[in-house]
Each structure stands twice: as structure tokens, then as C-alpha cells.
């Protein structure tokens, strides 16, 4: 074959070899999106507001209905009563701490009135000052109700027959009973058997019984380990003793540890000795509280 046909021939085949190539390359591969393309595929905005505007339709909707109005009612309450509760929570703490000034003013206008000296002080210093003063008030207020109290059981006393003598009141008991007994009967009336703290008071009740012309028994009782040998329930210290020695009181019996008045024998010497079981009248003694009274005379 002439050599230019066979060229010829092979470029032939060639070109469409290459073209077969290329057509399968294009095939397999990947191909690019033109702009124009891309643009088109891609979301359009105005799909969003479309959705907004569907929401504010549904809000819209649910707000026109049964439901929504009814909530919204009540909304509408809450808020109501909230803001009434804030604004009188709001006045009633202006007034309490109006109040508070005007207390606090009250307390200054009082001490310096009350203690002149005090306007030297500052604020803390004068309320401090006012509030020892109110203290003292305060337990001067409880003091007086318990003197109120003290006053009614005197009174309540002496209209039962209890006797008076100098600030001391007495009952000399109609009942015999055992030393032991007459002890609780006069702790029942909140007194004590009476114990003898001066000559006086010996005289008084020695006189007593003679012209009741009976036996008393009195709140003093034997102990060898007590300075004279006795002691007084009521814990006064046993300063002087008043036996009937006429009569050799106190005798050695044993067993005789309780002490009586006797209305047979001389004044101011009318102790004697006898049995704790002995059955007789006694004396109840009481005597104010010395809160009360201060330095007696």
C-alpha cells in the first residue's frame, strides 16, 4: 500500500481511537456544575419566611381560640395581682420604716429629756442607755405583780385567822397533829413552822399560847452537831435558846428530839422536849420576802 494511504489510514484510526477515549473519560469522570446550575439547585430564602409567617398564622390562630383567650385571661390576672402584691409590699415597707424613724426619734426626744447629761451621747449611746432603762422597768413590772401576788395570800391569810406581829403573820392552829405533820401543813400554805429570830418574837408566841392555854409546836428540832444542840428547819442560825429549866429542859430522855411551846411556864423559858409523835397544835410562820421590803427597821 502506497505509504500516504497508510498514514492516512493510521490517523484515521487514531482519531477515532482518541474519540472513543475521550467519550469514555467523560463518561466515568465527575463532571463540574456550571455556576448557572448551582445557582438554580440552591435553597431560595424565601422558603424561611414562609415558615415564620406560618407560625405567626398558628400563633394568631391559637390566640383567637377558646384555649388562647382563656390563657391569655389569665396571664393577664397574674400580672395584675403580681403588680398589686409588689405595690403593697412597697407601702407597707415605706411605713414600717416610717415607723422606725419615728420610734427611733421618740427614744432620742426620751433620754434626753429623761437624763439630760445623755445628749452628750450619740445615738448608740442613748439607746443603749434606754434599753438598760426599759429593763429595769420591765423587772420592776414582774416585781410588782409578785408583790400583787404576795399582797393576796396576806390578805387571804388574815381573813383565815392568821395573827399579825411586827412583819410577820401567824396561825396558831386549832388541829393536833404530830411535829412531823405540822411541818407539811405549813409547807402546804407555802409557810414554814415557825422559827424565833428575836426575844421579841419568843415573848409573843410564849404569850400566845398561855392565853390559848395550849401546847405549840415550833420549827426547831434537836442535833447534837449544831452549835446549842438544835437546829431550825427554816435554816436561821440558832443564836439563843429558850428551855424551861424550871422544869430541867432539856432532859436526857432519848427519843425527845421535837420542841413545843408550853403554856405553863415562865415567859421567855418555855421550850421543852418531847416525843416527835406527840400529837399538839403548832405555829406557821410567814415572813415577807425581802425583796420586798428592803432594810426592815
Given at each position: 500500500m502506497h505509504p500516504w494511504k497508510r498514514g492516512r489510514k493510521t490517523k484515521q484510526v487514531f482519531?477515532?481511537?482518541?474519540?472513543?477515549?475521550?467519550?469514555?473519560?467523560?463518561?466515568n469522570l465527575p463532571q463540574r456544575k456550571k455556576p448557572e446550575t448551582a445557582a438554580k439547585q440552591a435553597p431560595a430564602q424565601p422558603a424561611a419566611k414562609g415558615k415564620t409567617d406560618d407560625l405567626w398564622k398558628k400563633g394568631v390562630t391559637w390566640v383567637n381560640s377558646p384555649v388562647g383567650?382563656?390563657?391569655?385571661?389569665?396571664?393577664?390576672?397574674?400580672?395584675?395581682?403580681?403588680?398589686?402584691?409588689?405595690?403593697?409590699?412597697?407601702?407597707?415597707?415605706?411605713?414600717k420604716h416610717a415607723q422606725v424613724l419615728a420610734a427611733q426619734q421618740k427614744v432620742r426626744d426620751f433620754a434626753n429629756t429623761y437624763y439630760p447629761k445623755w445628749n452628750s451621747m450619740n445615738d448608740y449611746g442613748k439607746f443603749a442607755m434606754v434599753v438598760n432603762l426599759?429593763?429595769?422597768?420591765?423587772?420592776?413590772?414582774?416585781?410588782?405583780?409578785?408583790?400583787?401576788?404576795?399582797?393576796?395570800?396576806?390578805?387571804?391569810?388574815?381573813?383565815?385567822?392568821?395573827?399579825?406581829?411586827?412583819?410577820?403573820?401567824?396561825?396558831?392552829?386549832?388541829?393536833?397533829?404530830?411535829?412531823?405533820?405540822?411541818?407539811?401543813?405549813?409547807?402546804?400554805?407555802?409557810?414554814?413552822?415557825?422559827?424565833?429570830?428575836?426575844?421579841?418574837?419568843?415573848?409573843?408566841?410564849?404569850?400566845?399560847?398561855r392565853n390559848k392555854r395550849h401546847n405549840f409546836w415550833i420549827g426547831v428540832k434537836k442535833n447534837p452537831k449544831k452549835p446549842h444542840g438544835v437546829e431550825?428547819?427554816?435554816?436561821?442560825?440558832?443564836k439563843v435558846t429558850y428551855w424551861d429549866r424550871s422544869t430541867g429542859q432539856p432532859d436526857a430522855e432519848t427519843g425527845e428530839d421535837c420542841i413545843l411551846i408550853s403554856n405553863v411556864c415562865p415567859l421567855l423559858s418555855c421550850w421543852h422536849d418531847y416525843p416527835c409523835f406527840l400529837q399538839t397544835k403548832y405555829v406557821c410562820k410567814k415572813s415577807p420576802d425581802p425583796k420586798f421590803m428592803g432594810h426592815m427597821p
Open positions: 482519531h477515532c481511537s482518541f474519540s472513543d477515549i475521550k467519550g469514555k473519560g467523560k463518561k383567650k382563656a390563657a391569655a385571661a389569665c396571664a393577664a390576672t397574674i400580672l395584675f395581682l403580681g403588680t398589686v402584691a409588689l405595690v403593697t409590699v412597697y407601702v407597707l415597707n415605706y411605713k426599759s429593763d429595769y422597768f420591765v423587772n420592776l413590772t414582774m416585781l410588782n405583780e409578785e408583790l400583787q401576788l404576795e399582797i393576796d395570800d396576806v390578805r387571804q391569810k388574815l381573813n383565815s385567822g392568821w395573827r399579825v406581829f411586827r412583819w410577820n403573820i401567824y396561825l396558831f392552829s386549832d388541829d393536833k397533829v404530830s411535829w412531823p405533820v405540822a411541818v407539811n401543813r405549813c409547807q402546804e400554805v407555802n409557810t414554814h413552822l415557825a422559827s424565833i429570830t428575836t426575844q421579841e418574837e419568843e415573848l409573843y408566841i410564849d404569850t400566845e399560847a431550825w428547819i427554816s435554816g436561821v442560825d440558832t
